[in-house]
């Protein structure tokens, strides 16, 4: 299929906006119309009835004083830089010892709008059903297929991460967590994102999604 990007330069002067290094656009969730090819799984798709619409994508200590809040979208560049380039130095400095709670928001800009909301609606079902470290196993699956993004690819990524494909296709193929992720995106919007991906360290913005940044913002916040 093909697939269409924003990805936007940095330095956008905007007051009060945040994420501006990273990718901008504006527009609503999925239209909807994904027909999804399973490929070899050969799924027989149907609509999921019980997505848990409150269900959060987190890591580290839930008690933690220092919160890290991650806004992205699946279907921009630099979302994917973030995720498999620098959130594993964060991971492994600040999550695995459990200093701090790491929670995961859909901003869906969208960059694409046809797989925006499909593909975090897949990463939410896996987290959903298989827990946390599947979600964020899928979702850096998920990021290295950007651009490639279809039924084949969503199932793949599900079983890198150990959970079930058919039903993380069923869930993109219906965007049955759609209301989740746009739920995200008005909390986003309500803080000042505009663009991804966007970090916060107890409601602070980080200037960037370099390693380095975020590092030394929850240092100071520890």
Request: aromatic residues 10%; hydrophobic residues 35%.
């Amino acid at each position: 299929m093909e697939h269409t990007r924003r990805a936007m330069l940095s330095g956008v002067a905007a007051g009060g906006v945040v994420g501006v290094t990273g990718c901008l656009g504006g527009g609503g969730g999925s239209d909807g119309g994904n027909t999804l090819d399973t490929g070899e799984y050969d799924c027989d798709l149907s609509e999921p009835t019980d997505p848990d619409l409150e269900y959060r994508p987190t890591l580290g200590d839930p008690e933690a004083d220092v919160v890290v809040r991650a806004f992205e979208d699946f279907t921009c560049g630099h979302c994917a830089t973030y995720k498999l380039e620098h959130f594993p130095s964060v991971r492994e400095e600040f999550i695995e010892s459990e200093e701090i709670r790491y929670e995961h928001w859909d901003f869906p800009i969208p960059v694409d709008e046809e797989w925006a909301v499909p593909v975090a609606s897949a990463a939410r079902g896996v987290g959903d059903r298989a827990g946390a470290e599947a979600f964020f196993a899928f979702s850096s699956a998920a990021y290295e297929s950007q651009g490639e993004y279809g039924g084949e690819a969503l199932g793949a990524a599900a079983e890198t991460a150990g959970a079930d494909p058919c039903a993380a296709i069923a869930d993109a193929q219906f965007a049955a967590y759609e209301e989740a992720s746009m739920s995200d995106r008005d909390e986003g919007e309500s803080i000042g994102v505009r663009g991804t991906p966007a970090i916060f360290v107890n409601g602070e913005a980080v200037d960037g999604y370099d390693s380095g940044t975020i590092i030394d913002a929850i240092e100071s916040a520890l």
